[in-house]
T-cell receptor, first 117, second 110 residues
């Protein structure tokens, strides 16, 4: 079945560091991918839609200069948290729909836990 | 896309059927109902989806009412490993912008 892989699964960084998270579709091509953020005991919050070959679309309230998204190929989207601070510590999850099959569910990565010290 | 409403939490005895309801009273004719679950510190796992008819797979059954305003996810023989947060999402076919509600926190008790 369709698999989405995220890397790294866990990262701890000093405040002020920029952190890159990768999201890969392993056995299918994804022109669109999605990035979510989840704080403890809360639901997933959609941050942005990553579009292959074009600019990402950000949800209201999400700083596009803070969370840089690059979707340079049909199997890879990256989220870079720039100049990360402790309040950016969270669980980041990506997802991708497997092609154009009508109604078919999309698949999620296992998430990246980001801790900023 | 239709808003969904789910109970905040439920308990179920191990080995019994877990019935998780979801209300999607504003669902339109071309919106599918998807169910996912999230076990602690993992990404959401797809369970099942449907449009009009009831569906069954190796994980669960999905019962959709005739008016499509609500659905029930059934885990026929719950195990401790089914303890998770279960999310119901209603979404138009061809769009993938999932909006997650609060979900139902299911606790399976030994």
């Amino acid at each position: 079945g369709a698999v989405v892989s995220q890397h790294p699964s866990w990262v701890i960084c000093k405040s002020g560091t920029s952190v890159k998270i990768e999201c890969r579709s392993l056995d299918f091509q994804a022109t669109t991918m999605f990035w979510y953020r989840q704080f403890p005991k809360q639901s997933l919050m959609l941050m942005a839609t990553s579009n292959e070959g074009s600019k990402a679309t950000y949800e209201q309230g999400v700083e596009k200069d803070k969370f840089l998204i690059n979707h340079a190929s049909l199997t890879l989207s990256t989220l870079t948290v720039t100049s990360a601070h402790p309040e950016d510590s969270s669980f980041y999850i990506c997802s991708a729909p497997p092609g154009q099959r009508k109604g078919w569910p999309q698949h999620f990565g296992d998430g990246t836990r980001l801790s900023i010290l | 896309d239709a808003k969904t409403t789910q109970p905040t939490s439920m308990d179920c005895a191990e080995g019994r059927a877990a019935n998780l309801p979801c209300n999607h009273s504003t669902i339109s004719g071309n919106e599918y109902v998807y169910w996912y679950r999230q076990i602690h510190s993992q990404g959401p796992q797809y369970i099942i989806h449907g449009l009009k008819n009831n569906e069954t797979n190796e994980m669960a059954s999905l019962i959709i009412t005739e008016d499509r305003k609500s659905s029930t996810l059934i885990l026929p023989h719950a195990t401790l490993r089914d303890t998770a947060v279960y999310y119901c999402i209603a979404l138009t076919s061809g769009t993938y912008k999932y909006i997650f509600g609060t979900g139902t926190r299911l606790k399976v008790l030994a």
